[in-house]
């Protein structure tokens, strides 16, 4: 998306240029802070998982909404 923007802001403005930074970095707090939350997320399944004693998990909710659908769930399946 940067790279669409950028060559719409006009570098000779010299007003433009500050505004156009400031949006980046707006654009980019979000993304760092998703960047943390997943993770967060992943950490805690990777606990969750040891704690299951199994190298697949899928969450209940995840599999229920599957079954649901009529989807395989790739935990029933050996990885071997």
């Not at 940067?2 to 707006?26: C, E, T, W």
């Not at 997320?41 to 969450?59: D, H, N, T």
Request: proline share 8%; with cysteine; charged share 30%.
């Amino acid at each position: 998306m940067k790279a669409k923007i950028a060559p719409l802001i006009n570098q000779g403005d010299s007003s433009a240029v500050p505004k156009g930074a400031h949006y980046f970095r707006m654009l980019d707090a979000p993304l760092v802070e998703c960047d943390k939350t997943e993770g967060r997320i992943e950490a805690g399944e990777e606990r969750w998982r040891k704690a299951q004693g199994s190298a697949l998990v899928v969450r209940p909710k995840v599999r229920r909404d599957l079954a649901r659908l009529g989807q395989p769930i790739a935990a029933d399946f050996p990885l071997a």
